[in-house]
């Protein structure tokens, strides 16, 4: 007989960070404690900015022009970097046990068979998207939409995705710290080559609810699988009311120092295929994120590639060079090779503060 | 010694099926993360571990690890206090993935009831066995994503 799932939809209004970052949290409970069957919840935050559990959120976000702008900003409880989400992007929160005999327990593959219910979800509206390991969505090279998982309780693991139907760059370049910063005035095109929208593939606008159901669709589909509509039981309501006050109200949670050591830097190298600028920021002794620009010739597609192959590589030549000889072809960058991109790399490493 | 389907799982050591170690040191339990886990897990982000002190029973959650995909926990393979841990895994993030046996170990235990629950751990020759079953596990999965993908 087919499984019964259920879907917890809040798509006709948005809701507070603390609110449905709470629901969320409260899923695994009931999948471990309860014995709920997989629970969906689909809906949409109020405008604002969300970073990961071991985020430091003092380096990444410019909190007073948060404040000053009304938008809201939190912590998550599950990994990944900062995420901007308002009334056009879909957060999707799923809990499930490991155990399921539909995931099949292990750590390996867990992000592809739920990424694939993303790119399903995307091809129902003909846009055509892979899976970048290890953790994004992207389209042609440019990211769509982010991954993100951890296991609190028992075996019930956790999975947020945020979605991206549409997409306010100058905000995000006006609330986020980014390795980028000194080069603002370049920022935009910097970050409208490096992500995308359901909108912008398009070229027309898309109602939120439409989304919503695909997604819906594309999990059943993916796991053979019906949805019931409901709602949160007496009992998740007073778990969602004990996550709000104890959890995503709470200074120390939101502010929290548990986080590796962040800096950023710049490094400038001339080369023989031109200019080449890398802005880094790390992670104690990982690469965070990492931003290549320069007057060399390539693509957006191939640069995209390669900064999205060092994130959270160790910022050491022999690391870095593996990684990069591992996915190099020739003139992937015209005229700068893997040892060239490397040395830039470490200057900006060097010049961290 | 043991490698078994490329993960280096040495099969002195005790494992619990979430991929913590135990090597019995002197009556204490030194903990880590297994190859196994850093290698499917990726590289690690961030350490969030428990206080020296804290009093833990065997399977319950005793610290979080993040990579980059993941929040994994790390399970107590034995009961008992929590004698030192190792500040230096968040001082250099990369240790757990680079040394998981040797300077990416996580915590100290000084044991409450270690030779009932050794035996719960898996050791010897069921290492390889555990291991390989795991793999498949992963392989299934994996392929199961792939589907979805198709």
Not at chain 1, 92 to 101: D, Q, R
Not at chain 2, 105 to 124: F, M, P, Q, R, T
Request: proline share 3%; glycine share 10%; net charge negative.
């Amino acid at each position: 007989m087919m499984e019964t799932w259920r879907y917890i939809k809040e798509w006709d209004k948005l809701v507070s960070t603390a609110y449905g970052l709470s629901v969320d949290d409260t899923l695994p409970y009931s999948i471990h404690e309860e014995n709920s069957p997989p629970i969906l919840h689909l809906y949409r935050f109020k405008p604002s900015v969300i970073v990961g559990k071991y985020q430091d959120i003092r380096a990444a976000l410019k909190i007073d022009r948060c404040r000053e702008r009304g938008i809201e900003y939190n912590r998550r409880s599950t990994g990944g970097g900062t995420v901007i989400m308002g009334e056009k992007t879909v957060a999707l929160g799923f809990g499930i046990s490991m155990k399921h005999p539909k995931m099949n327990g292990g750590i390996r593959g867990i992000f592809d068979i739920l990424g694939g219910v993303i790119i399903n979800s995307l091809r129902k509206f003909g846009i055509s998207a892979s899976f970048r390991p290890k953790n994004d969505i992207e389209v042609n090279g440019r990211k769509i939409a982010g991954l993100s998982a951890s296991t609190e309780v028992g075996d019930a693991l956790l999975f947020h995705t945020s979605l991206l139907i549409d997409f306010d760059i100058p905000l995000m370049l006006d609330i986020m710290n980014t390795p980028a910063e000194k080069i603002y005035d370049k920022g935009y095109s910097c970050f409208s080559e490096r992500m995308t929208t359901m909108e912008k593939e398009l070229g027309r606008k898309i109602e939120v609810q439409e989304v919503m159901e695909a997604v819906k669709e594309s999990f059943k589909e993916t796991f053979d699988i019906n949805f019931i509509e409901d709602h949160l039981t007496q009992t998740e309501k007073g778990r969602v009311e004990w996550f709000i006050k104890k959890r995503y109200t709470c200074e120390e949670w939101i502010f929290s120092k548990r986080h590796p050591k962040f800096k950023m830097g710049e490094g400038l190298l001339k080369t023989p295929g031109g200019l080449l600028q890398v802005y880094i920021s790390l992670a104690g002794e990982l690469i965070e994120s990492l931003m290549i620009t320069g007057d060399f010739f390539s693509t957006s597609a191939n640069i995209n590639k390669i900064e999205s192959a060092l994130k959270f590589v160790p910022a050491d030549r022999r690391d870095i060079e593996n990684t990069l000889g591992s996915m190099w072809k020739e003139n992937l960058i015209y005229g700068i090779d893997t040892s060239m991109l490397t040395s830039a790399i470490l200057k900006a490493k060097e010049n961290c503060g | 010694m043991g490698v078994f389907e490329g993960f280096n799982m040495p099969d002195e050591l005790y494992y619990h099926t979430e991929h913590s170690w135990a090597k019995v040191e002197n009556g204490k339990v030194r903990v880590g993360m297994s190859d196994f886990f850093q290698q499917e897990a990726g590289n690690v982000v961030y350490v969030d571990l428990p206080d020296e002190g804290d009093e833990i029973e065997q399977g319950e959650v005793c610290g979080k690890i993040q990579t980059r995909k993941w929040i994994g926990k790390l399970v107590a393979p034995v009961s008992g206090e929590i004698v030192e841990i190792n500040e230096e895994v968040n001082d250099d993030n990369t240790i757990i993935n680079k040394d998981p046996y040797g300077k990416g170990w996580v915590l100290v235990i000084e044991a409450s009831n270690l030779d009932e629950e050794l035996g719960n751990l898996i050791h010897g020759d069921k290492v390889s066995e555990w291991i390989r079953s795991e793999v498949k596990r992963a392989e299934e999965l994996k392929a199961k994503g792939q589907e979805g993908k198709e």
